[in-house]
């Protein structure tokens, strides 16, 4: 459960939508961490997270659009 802590400090340094997207899909990526690339962007699991990224101020609809856009950056990424 070090991962639960170290997941917990990032998103309080959260200043964005776009910088809690970076860290869902950092989260995506870690094999100890139970999370699909549909479930990322549920309503249910965004809202679990926003009380551990305060000064994020933004719509559930903006940080799912942020996590995606994210998600297709890394996609891209990979591909090359």
Same mark, same amino acid.
């Given at each position: 459960?070090?991962?639960?802590?170290?997941?917990?400090? *990032?998103? @309080? @340094?959260?200043?964005?939508? /776009?910088?809690?997207? #970076?860290?869902?899909?950092?989260?995506?990526?870690?094999?100890?961490?139970?999370?699909?690339?549909?479930?990322?962007?549920?309503?249910?699991?965004? *809202?679990?997270?926003?009380?551990?990224?305060?000064?994020?101020?933004?719509?559930? @609809?903006?940080?799912? #659009?942020?996590?995606?856009?994210?998600?297709? /950056? #890394?996609?891209?990424?990979? /591909?090359?």
């Amino acid at each position: 459960m070090k991962w639960l802590t170290y997941y917990i400090g *990032k998103l @309080s @340094s959260c200043k964005d939508a /776009r910088s809690l997207a #970076q860290v869902v899909i950092e989260m995506l990526k870690d094999p100890e961490v139970a999370i699909d690339n549909d479930e990322m962007v549920k309503e249910r699991f965004i *809202k679990k997270l926003l009380p551990h990224a305060p000064k994020v101020t933004t719509t559930i @609809s903006n940080i799912r #659009q942020r996590i995606n856009d994210e998600y297709d /950056r #890394q996609k891209s990424i990979r /591909r090359k």
